[in-house]
């Protein structure tokens, strides 16, 4: 079965024909914004661009991207094709696609691209992501990638056909746990090239452009319903979020279900990746979860833990101490009170502590070895910014039998958690025989057995 979205630009809750964006509305773009160009061409693409942050789109992460020319990032592999496939694609064409159509910089135009994490813009980002969706009253961007096609021509233009250029945008946005993107469209006078049966005078006719993402699974994609019809000339004239020529979606999950969980298939896992150290606190959902089933997952073929129901739809477990990095497969058992058991897979990223954006900070060095420790972090990471409590774990080598041993330790002693103000001090039992190695802080609460 294919599961598709649909936005329909004749929906009621879609802006109509209005005045759109200008240029000043857009996210600032060209040399002067420092951004880099594609080469005049027809059909290119850039060559794989490492990003610095891990990007959530469609519950995979993806650490590089492509800009086409043809009006579409992707993420595994350049876009060529001119003519724009119906949504939704498999053989791995995962795409975001702001205007998905046959684009020739060689006619005229430009297609510029960078990564920023420009406080102003951040904050320009943040803005826009918590005022389009009111739940992420937290979300603080810490990432965004910017893509601007600039007065492009379509393929085959002739004479005054190559007058006729579309200006539009797609702004990338995350957290490192959530993903955002903002389409913005300053003029669209044209949808066809001529090798998808546009007019060379027009841009007008054959097979016109598509607006939406796909997932390269075959399965899941969203879609302007406008897309391939002559309609989607009129898209900088339209929203979903009330503002002509502007439209905002959440890209990090599919968020589709059927009837809310589901009795087999894939997790959904989130945050997505996390330390070595272990103790992050996941949030799974997917499955449908009896009242008292027993819930119980594997890290790699690790040995099995239990977790937390939380609903109907999801549960919460913790990550154990990893001796390895990279993706991990997560199975999880569900076991109903007549003892059937269902299995789930997911993937989860471990990262090592040096790639880890977000570190903790100890200071005041010369009181380390007295036991005294005094440390910060940032309160408001993507990983804690929806708790108002966290937990503190210290790593530590400890003498047990005259052997040493690496134990984790909380320093609150199982007191309740602490408040999540970035900075705490604390005290190590017997600092004569114990030595921190590492210190974690993780979202509240966690359970005992887990």
Known sequence: MWIVLIVALSDTSIVGPALGLTLKDLYPFGDQAGDEALSKNDDGSSPPIPILTLFPFFNHQHSKLFVNTNGVISFLQGVSTYTPDPFPIANDARMIAPFWADIDTTRGGAVWYRETTNADLLDRTTKEVTNNYPNFFRFKASWIFIATWDRVAFYGCAGVGCSKTNTFQAVLITNGQHSFTIYNYEDIQWTTGTASGGNSTTGIGGTPAQVGFNAGDGIVSFTVNASRSPDIVNVDKHSNVDIPGKFAFRIDASDISDGGCNTEGNLTIAPRYGPMLGGQYLIISGPCIEQNATIKVSFSGSPQK???????????????????????????????????????????????????????????????????????????????????????????????????????????????????????????????????????VTAAPQRENQ
């Open 306 to 440: 239990e977790c937390e129901r939380k609903s109907e739809f999801a549960f919460a477990c913790i990550t154990p101490l990893f001796s390895h990095t990279g993706d991990t497969p997560v199975k999880v058992e569900i076991k109903n009170q007549e003892g059937e058991s269902r299995i789930f897979q997911g993937l989860y990223t471990v990262l090592n502590l040096a790639d880890c954006k977000h570190q903790v900070h100890r200071h005041d060095a010369s009181d380390w070895f007295s036991g005294r420790q005094q440390i910060s972090w940032d309160p408001d990471v993507a990983e804690l910014q929806e708790d108002d409590f966290v937990n503190i774990h210290l790593l530590f080598v400890a003498k047990f039998n005259e052997r040493l041993v690496l134990k984790w330790y909380n320093p609150k002693n199982g007191i309740e958690s602490l408040k999540n103000t970035g900075t705490t001090k604390y005290n190590l039992p017997d600092p004569k025989n114990n030595y921190a190695m590492a210190i974690r």
